[in-house]
Structures are given as C-alpha cells and as structure tokens.
Nanobody, 127 residues
C-alpha cells in the first residue's frame, strides 16, 4: 500500500504562486495515476488536476486551466502541482490521491477513482 504525503502549502497573496508536492512512500509511485483535489470550507471535495502513470495524459478543471500545471517524477516518487496566478477562490485544503492502474494513459476525475489519499495541505490566498 502506498502512503502519500503532501507538502508545499502555505499563505500567499493573490497573484502569487505555490508548488505542491505529493511524495509516495512504502512503494514506488510508478504504476499509479495521481489526482489533486481540494476542499474549501463548507464545500465538497473537487478535482483540480490529474495525471496518468506515464505522465502523457493530464486533466485540469476549468477553474485552474492555464494557471496550474501537474507533473511527475517517477524516479523521485513525487507528483507536483505548480499553481500560478492564485486567487482567493483557490483557498482550500489540497489533497493528492493515487490509484494503482495498468493503463499508462488512465486517470480518474472523481474521489471514488482513488483509494489512497494524503492528509492534505492548506493553501490560503489573501485578496
């Protein structure tokens, strides 16, 4: 079973940037599709971005398209989420999630697609 640890969250002013990291331990990240989700107070957890095992396929929610970039380094067992042009609506707890897959191009878009979750990292954007 893979364990996930997020890092890189914090407090930033509107227009600023942060890079989140999702590190896997327990076993290699190779073979896992990974998604980034976020949950703001009083709201449901929502997909932000996802990446296939190979890294060749990616997905972005409309709200972050053009501002966020997901990438992965399987040799380092880490997936990244570069977040630029942040605004107050990006304030949330960000979670990474993973699923062991056998398709190099698959990624999931819902919370039910991922059995493994990190503990989350808080991102706060001041306006």
């Amino acid at each position: 079973q893979v364990q996930l640890v997020e890092s890189g969250g914090g407090f930033v002013q509107a227009g600023g940037s942060l890079r989140l990291s999702c590190a896997a331990s327990g076993r290699t990240f190779s073979g896992y599709a990974v998604g980034w989700f976020r949950q703001a107070p009083g709201k449901e957890r929502e997909i932000v971005s996802a990446i296939s095992w190979s890294g060749s396929n990616t997905y972005y929610a409309d709200s972050v398209k053009g501002r966020f970039t997901i990438s992965r380094d399987n040799a380092e067992n880490t997936v990244y989420l570069q977040m630029n042009s942040l605004n107050s609506e990006d304030t949330a707890v960000y979670y990474c999630a993973a699923n062991r897959v056998y398709s190099t191009n698959w990624y999931g878009r819902t919370t039910r697609d991922y059995p493994y979750w990190g503990q989350g990292t808080q991102v706060t954007v001041s306006s």
